[in-house]
Every structure is written in C-alpha cells, then in structure tokens.
C-alpha cells in the first residue's frame, strides 16, 4: 500500500446469516490528512462499515487496510465505549493504554475534558450520563489518544446546538492538525464544509466518491439523502461553528 494512503477498503462485502447484504463490493481508500464525509440513508450500511474497520466484524468478501496506525472510532452507540466509572476516568484509560506518563495523562484528560465541554461532569457517575454528554464523553476519549485517523460515525446523534458546535470545533481543529478524519452521516449540512471528499452509500453500494461540490449536484433525494443546498447557500456555510 502506497505511503500516503491511511485507509484503503478494497472490495468489501458483508451477508449476515439472515441473508440480509449490507455492504456489497466496497471499495475506496483514504490519503492522509484527508477529511472524507460518507453519507447515507438509515441501514445504507455505515455502521457495519464501520465496525469492520473496527476490527469488530469480519467481512465476508474483501479486505481492510490501515496503514501503520489505529484508528480512534467514536461509535454511534456511545454507551458501547464507557470504560470508566467516572469520564475522568474512562478518558485516562484509553490515553493509559498509549503508553504516555501520569502527567501527560493528566494533561490530556484535562485539555479533553475542556473541549469537549465535561469539565463539570469529571467525576460523575459516567453511565448516568445523558445520551448528549455521553457522546462528548466518547470524543474526549479519542481525543486523548491522540490518533493519526479518526472515525466518527454518527457524530451529531443526540447532541444539542452547543454540543453539535463543540464537535464540529474539533473536527475543524483535527484537520488543521493534518489528522485523517472520516465522518459516517447523514446531517451534512453540519459538516461538508470541512470535507476535501464526499462519498454516498446507498443499499450497501457505494453510488458516489468525488467532491462535495460535484456530490451535492446529484440526485441525494433518490439515495434517501436531503440535499444540504435546500437550507445552506453555499458549501462553505456548511458547518455549526
Ligand atoms: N447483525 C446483523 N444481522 C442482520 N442484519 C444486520 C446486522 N447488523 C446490521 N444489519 C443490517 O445491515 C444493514 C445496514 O445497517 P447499518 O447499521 O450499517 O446501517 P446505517 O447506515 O448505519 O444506518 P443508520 O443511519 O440507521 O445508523 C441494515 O439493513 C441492518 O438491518
Ligand atoms: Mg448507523
């Protein structure tokens, strides 16, 4: 695999045992530093997508490729990803595991915490958190592991107007730090503006790759997608910042 390639996904299929075909003959990869936005109705196939390049789920055709580094994931299921008893803790234990010391530790539970808006909520009870800052609670997480790639799969679920904002603020921050992003939704009008690449899932097919420019010309309705352009006037105004 080329050097600047972070993902490459190369004819990736998935049949559950009912029969139902998830995903069929997938294929795309992911250059470095690249901020990719995969779009798609409910039950296109993003999560299951996303739990293969999880290592979660095995394909039944096809092959994943990360090169040279872990993926972080916030997963759309936040209550999934809770470690901890308390986001202090939980935020800790994934930076723990990247072998950093006990203040730089401290430091990125801290600076994670801050971004994310949980400052107050350090050392709550972390199940007993609302849908909303469970979600933050899962950003944070990665944010302290500091990952080269980063996966979010629908990352706007849940979140009220300032959390949709604090997410869309480190989003744009990941990506002028050069990391590689890749965002699994269908709420593009909060986040296409930040993306270099645009691609549409539609039944398990993969129906569009190119720019968001060139994407948002195309017939989204007929993939279940409402095109951004009815609300937003242009590309770049396609954020919550
Ligand atoms: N374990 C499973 N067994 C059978 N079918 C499954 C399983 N997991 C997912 N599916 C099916 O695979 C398809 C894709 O599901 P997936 O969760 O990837 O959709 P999605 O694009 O993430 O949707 P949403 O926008 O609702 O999150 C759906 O039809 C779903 O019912
Ligand atoms: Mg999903």
Redesign the pocket.
């Given at each position: 695999m080329e050097e600047n390639i972070a993902l490459e996904v190369k004819g990736v299929g998935?049949t559950?045992?009912?029969g139902?075909?998830?995903?069929q003959d997938v294929s795309f990869s992911i250059r470095r530093g690249e901020f990719a936005v995969i779009a798609?109705?409910?039950?296109?196939?993003?999560?299951?997508?996303?739990?293969i390049i999880a290592g979660l789920?095995e394909p039944t055709s096809g092959t994943i490729t990360l090169n040279s580094c872990q993926a972080g994931l916030v997963f759309?299921e936040a209550d999934s990803q809770i470690l901890g008893e308390t986001p202090e803790e939980d935020i800790a234990f994934g930076a723990k595991n990247c072998g950093l010391s006990k203040e730089q530790v401290k430091e990125k539970v801290d600076s994670a915490l801050e971004k994310t808006g949980l400052v107050n909520k350090r050392e709550a009870y972390a199940r007993m958190l609302s849908g909303g800052e469970k979600r933050r609670l899962a950003v944070a997480g990665i944010l302290a592991m500091d990952r080269r790639l980063i996966i979010f799969?629908?990352p706007f679920?849940n979140l009220d107007w300032p959390g949709v904002k604090q997410v869309c603020a480190i989003m744009k921050q990941l990506k002028e730090e050069g990391k590689t992003v890749l965002v699994?939704t269908?709420e593009l009008e909060k986040v296409l503006a930040l993306a270099d690449r645009f691609m549409v899932?539609d039944k398990?097919h993969l129906v569009f790759d190119g720019t968001p420019a060139d994407g948002l010309k195309k017939e989204l309705e007929g993939w279940g997608i409402r095109n951004p352009l009815l609300s937003c006037p242009s590309i770049e105004e396609m954020i919550w910042l």
């Open positions: 998935r559950f045992s009912d139902t075909v998830a995903l798609g109705s409910n039950g296109s196939g993003k999560s299951v997508l996303m739990s789920d759309q799969d629908e679920a699994l269908h899932l398990g």
